[in-house]
Structure formats: C-alpha cells, structure tokens
C-alpha cells in the first residue's frame, strides 16, 4: 500500500512492537471498536497520548513532574511553591505534602506515566541484603549437591 505523503516513516524497537501488537490483539478481543489495523491502532494510542497530556496541562497547570527514584515521585507545586513526594505507603499512594492518600498532587501522578515505574514494596530492597540472601541461597545449593 502506497504511503500518505503526510505520513513519516519511524522505527520502534522490536521488544515495543511486540509488547503493542500483544495489546493490540487483547483490546480486539473486548472491544469491537478497536481499529482493525495494526498500524492504526498505534496511532490511535499514540493521539490518546498527546490529548491525555493536553489535558493535564488544563487541569493541573501549576503542576509538573520534578524527578523520579525508584520509590517516590516529586511533583513541583507552582501554586503553593513547594514539591511533593508522592510514594507508596501501605499500598497506597501517599503525598508527603497534604499528608493524604487522596490529594490533588495523587491524582496528577495517577495521570502520568511514571506512576507504573514505582516500586509498591513497603520495604526497599538493600544491596546488601541481597548480597546475604545469595550467600545463604548459595550454602544451600552446595549442601544440596552433596549430599
């Protein structure tokens, strides 16, 4: 098929290709109005995208993502002129600013993609606890062996 002169060609990573064409396939399965095209769909996705970060700029826009660590995300309040920590806390999330599970600053992160990347563990992993329970998982294997 011809493409549109409008249209750009661009490259995405196979890993990404697969992990979308898998919920491409899924979407298809429980809705009907999924676009039946793949290259379609992508696009569909994308334009929700850009119109769900139009939209956070309407709705919060004296809000933006300051940074992120691997449990907590800081969120800059421009109105009140501080930043927010928002983390996991009891398997919620929790802002460190309002001191809430349900706050302005939550909802603003439930938006963003980043939210996906916190890790919901109550207690961070150490590398040096990790480094213990290998050495323990490795005295098992080597009596295990020989015996």
């Given at each position: 098929?011809?493409?549109s002169?409008?249209?750009?060609?661009?490259?995405?990573?196979v890993?990404?290709?697969?992990?979308?064409?898998?919920?491409?396939?899924?979407?298809k399965?429980?809705?009907?109005f999924?676009?039946?095209?793949?290259?379609g769909?992508?696009?569909?996705?994308?334009?929700?995208?850009?119109?769900?970060?139009?939209?956070?700029?309407?709705?919060?826009?004296?809000?933006?993502e300051?940074?992120?660590?691997?449990?907590?995300?800081?969120?800059?309040?421009?109105?009140?002129?501080?930043?927010?920590?928002?983390?996991?806390?009891?398997?919620?999330?929790?802002?460190?600013l309002?001191?809430?599970?349900?706050?302005?600053?939550?909802?603003?992160?439930?938006?963003?993609?980043?939210?996906?990347?916190?890790?919901?563990?109550?207690?961070?992993?150490?590398?040096?606890?990790?480094?213990?329970?290998?050495?323990?998982?490795?005295?098992?294997?080597?009596?295990?062996?020989?015996?």
């Amino acid at each position: 098929m011809p493409r549109s002169k409008r249209s750009e060609l661009i490259t995405l990573r196979v890993d990404l290709v697969k992990e979308l064409k898998a919920k491409w396939i899924e979407e298809k399965k429980k809705s009907p109005f999924v676009n039946e095209h793949f290259g379609g769909f992508v696009n569909d996705l994308l334009h929700d995208i850009l119109e769900k970060d139009e939209f956070l700029k309407h709705y919060a826009p004296f809000l933006s993502e300051d940074g992120c660590s691997r449990d907590t995300i800081y969120i800059k309040d421009f109105k009140e002129n501080k930043t927010a920590e928002i983390y996991f806390n009891n398997g919620k999330l929790y802002c460190s600013l309002c001191e809430s599970f349900s706050c302005f600053h939550i909802h603003f992160v439930m938006a963003i993609p980043k939210v996906a990347k916190l890790n919901p563990s109550t207690k961070p992993m150490i590398d040096d606890e990790v480094e213990l329970d290998g050495q323990k998982a490795k005295k098992i294997v080597r009596k295990k062996r020989s015996s």
